[in-house]
């Protein structure tokens, strides 16, 4: 009787982590309808394979390394290169783009979308959910070394195309103490 | 002996059936086997819980308080039925009496359980009363044979 | 850490070493190292506070992002979904294997006589594996029928469903007994069985994996209903069947001599 409510306790943890989960499918792919297939590849998954769990405690980091396992999969079941334009990127002409922060969360997006999938996977992993540098280096199964230099990598990709982007939209060439301007606008 | 409060209309029912139990007026013959009849709550709805137990207790008092074994099964949102039993008379009142007539209350414990509700917020309940799971419960009554009603 | 210590002669701290710092990896003593040095150099402070400011930016740009499962906005309609083939395969695995039992409450067989020709070819026509719509195996002497009849149930009773079914399948197998649990679904609890809607999906996938005796089904006359209002065909979880009727259903298995449960 105990184990079995100790599972269903657990059970409860891993639903209450789905919209984590979905965030995060979401910044891998920028595909709401894939997203939501991967979360629920990987929730049933993950319940289904609850009584292999050694560790309780790190029961976030294995949920979402079943997540990292069946975005893989899907990606190796592709056979073209997904093409960042098919994305669902907030599209340009919709109002809802006009408000600044609308304008300014696509834009970002579509810089995430840029990444390679292993740049995008690490930034995202630290950034949306706070994992630690040894946790990540778990999900991804890949040495601490190679999740910071990933990390460093992939913020300075962003930091580029950010301001490449924040240039063409103000007619200016980049130049000079660049994220002031993000700061002037939103800080 | 567990404890009531005779108000009102209770009172007059409690009356009732103890002049019913003293044989003033009983010519009837004593059934021959109680009717088992299993009522199933799951509502989170005082106005509903009162109808119920209301129901409930009719159908004693056409039959006799020997003509009937009864159970009440309490899940889902129908837990909260002896906890509103705490603050309201009338409810209290039917929980008692139907208890003196033999009536049983059963607890689904996976409810007590996502729910956070534990035994001692709970009118009168003992850790009998509480089974692991309501449904399993109301599918062995009926196996059984009790009669399932949903009010 | 240690072997990413920053080298003494280097004026200047790594790139990584920086992140690792505005990601908080750096145990107390090393933190207050870096800080020192960050500190004395207005260059260093400036790319600092430009990290941080990246971090929360992409951490913003994320944080409204949720499913409509979730509560979000709705997606564009017409979705393709691979998954739903993905989980019909798996059942279809599932209900494959199960092909040796016959398809009758025939006691009989419960002593494990392997698949017949005639088995087989009841499971091969009529509605095939595709339409996951495959009867009941064996419903010996010992077994339990329950009908669950849902009518309106909200995110936290269906949860409480699901969990009681669990648990009712748990105290079977305690009891050796078998169980045969057939959900019927009609109204507003409809949710829970919508492709677009159900709040617990993978729940009721993995339940039917684990329990092939356990059925979702569906109430057609619901659905079509919802398609009128909405303008739109409703698709089901590739788990869940359609029957005709619910009320109809329900009374047929009460006739049949199933258990009825109103939830």
């Known amino acids: 009787m105990a184990t079995w409510f100790a599972q269903r306790r657990l059970r409860q943890q891993v639903c209450e982590l789905r919209p984590q989960m979905y965030r995060m499918a979401f910044a891998w792919c920028h595909d709401a309808a894939l997203a939501d297939d991967l979360v629920q590849e990987a929730m049933m998954k993950a319940l289904t394979r609850l009584k292999s769990l050694q560790d309780e405690n790190a029961l976030k980091s294995w949920v979402f390394r079943i997540l990292t396992n069946c975005y893989r999969d899907w990606g190796r079941r592709q056979k073209d290169t997904v093409d960042v334009d098919s994305m669902d990127l907030t599209c340009e002409d919709c109002p809802e783009r006009q408000t600044e922060r609308n304008r300014l969360i696509s834009e970002v997006h579509r810089a995430m979308a840029e990444l390679s999938t292993d740049h995008r996977q690490v930034v995202s992993l630290v950034d949306l959910e706070g994992f630690a540098y040894a946790e990540v280096s778990e999900i991804l199964d890949v040495p601490i070394g190679t999740v910071m230099s990933r990390l460093s990598r992939a913020r300075a990709q962003l930091r580029k195309v950010l301001l490449e982007q924040q240039a063409a939209d103000q007619g200016q060439t980049a130049e000079g103490p660049h994220l002031q301007l993000v700061r002037n606008r939103h800080g | ?151 | 850490m240690a072997d990413k210590r920053v080298n003494a002669q280097d004026d200047r701290p790594s790139e990584e070493l920086l992140n690792a710092f505005v990601d908080g990896e750096f145990s107390p003593e090393d933190r207050l190292e870096t800080l020192k040095r960050i500190s004395c150099s207005e260059h260093l402070s400036r790319e600092v506070c430009d990290m941080h400011q990246l971090k929360e930016l992409v951490n913003m740009a994320y944080r409204d992002v949720r499913s409509p499962r979730d509560g979000g906005r709705p997606g564009p309609s017409g979705r393709r979904s691979w998954f739903p083939s993905v989980a019909a395969g798996m059942l279809a695995l599932v209900l494959g294997s199960l092909a040796g039992f016959e398809l009758t409450r025939d006691a009989d067989f419960l002593a494990g006589a392997p698949a017949t020709d005639d088995a087989a070819a009841t499971l091969a026509d009529g509605n095939g594996l595709s339409e996951a719509a495959v009867s009941q195996p064996v419903a010996a002497a010992d077994a339990d029928n329950v009908l669950l009849h849902v009518n309106e149930a909200d995110a936290t009773a269906m949860a409480e469903l699901l969990d009681d079914i669990e648990a009712m399948y748990r105290e079977a197998e305690a009891a050796g007994r078998d169980l045969n649990v057939q959900v019927v679904v009609h109204n507003s609890a409809m949710d829970m069985l919508r492709a677009d809607r159900a709040p617990h999906p993978e729940r009721v996938a993995a339940l039917t994996l684990d329990h092939p005796s356990l059925r979702f089904t569906a109430c057609a006359q619901t659905l079509e209903q919802l398609a009128r209002a909405e303008g739109g065909s409703i698709e089901i979880l590739p788990q869940a069947e359609r029957v005709d009727s619910g009320v109809a259903e329900a009374a047929r298995r009460q006739s049949e001599g199933w258990i009825y449960i109103k939830v």
């Open chain 2, 1 to 151: 002996m567990r404890r009531f409060a005779p108000h009102g209309r209770v009172g007059a029912v409690l009356l009732a059936l103890l002049l019913a139990l003293t044989g003033v007026a009983a010519q009837a013959e004593p059934p021959a086997d109680p009717a088992r009849i299993v009522y199933h709550i799951n509502v989170d709805d005082p106005a509903h819980h009162l109808n119920a137990l209301q129901y409930l207790q009719s159908h004693f008092e056409a039959v006799g308080p020997d003509g009937l074994r009864a159970r009440v099964v309490l899940h889902g949102g129908g837990i909260h039925l002896l906890d509103y039993a705490h603050d309201n008379v009338e409810l209290r009142g039917l929980v008692d009496v139907l208890k003196l007539q033999g009536v049983e209350f059963r607890l689904c414990g996976n409810t007590m359980e996502s729910r956070g509700v534990r035994l001692d917020e709970l009118y009168d309940a003992e850790p009998g009363d509480r089974v692991p799971s309501g449904l399993a419960e109301l599918m062995r009554l009926q196996r059984e044979g009790y009669t399932y009603i949903k009010p």
